[in-house]
């Protein structure tokens, strides 16, 4: 058995666009936890949004100041709690980025993400998350990750596929749909990735960067690229031959562009928001009522989506960290937030030895 070190280095964010790194002790799993050697942590649009720029959230809600950054953890198993039941020493795993009390009606149903208990804690947000070289998890938060996926394919599975996953299977995307994307950040790229998947028919993307539109055209993820502009919806009209697209997906979190992706959905079709923050504002009549538009909001996923999900993708043997465009070392943790606060790159993940 190899001994551990007591001590490590984590990443906290102040708030200010910058990050720190401080020294954690080693932790230990009590009973019905674990502790993974980090291999993999990446960098979530919401951690840039509520916490890396300012602590957006307050109170419990929000990111617990000095707690180790990042919510997107995958490792390996170093050492078993007593009273663990299905994981052991050298097990691959990502984590469901969620603690739940495991008791109320939501946690019972797997989505953690919606527990109201005031145990609920988030890693990276309210106890420590995936910066540091080792992270305490609790056993029922893990996920088996098959030998045919990376750490890195992992910890993307961790929020952003598993997002994009519950929002397309809600809206029962299928081989009939036009896929239309609005904001081709990471959350965006594994819409599109898993919509084809599902057999999308056509996948349609929009963003404001020429070099995000890029980027999924050259990973053979979208088939059309449209710039958002003020032309946007005409070009969207021109590619479907006037009809819109059947399902449409805001993974932008922007106004206008969920209005764009309302607009451009089919008539009877549906539209789904995953992309958070801002607002939007539209007339309920001429956009959503008259066409008899089924609109989805949808949050994170559940732990047997997020199962279902990472067992799909190993069967396809399809790789979410093809969509990684920056990988950097813990050390390297401030150039890492800096570029993926710069809006212009694919996923960008911290990786470990
Ligand atoms: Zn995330
Ligand atoms: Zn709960």
Redesign the pocket.
Known sequence: MTTLPNTMTGVILPGNSTVEFRTFPVPKPGHGQVLLKTRASSI????IRAIYRAHLGKGPEGYQPGMIAG??PAGEVVEVGPGCKEFKVGDRVLVY?ISGCGCCNDCKAGYMISCHNESRAAYGWQRNGGHAPYLLAEENNLIHLPDNLTFLDGALIA??FGTAWEALTRMKVNGQDRLLITGLGPVGLAAALLGRALGASEVIGVDTSADRLALGKKLGLIDHEVLSNADALGKIQELTHGHGCEVSLDCSGAGPARLLALKATRQWGRCGFVGEGNDVHFDVSPFLIHPQITLYGSWVTSLGHMADVTERLSRWNLHPDVTVTHRFKLEEAAEAYRVADGGQSGKVAIVFE
């Open positions: 979530c649009g919401s951690d919510h997107e980025h929020c952003g």
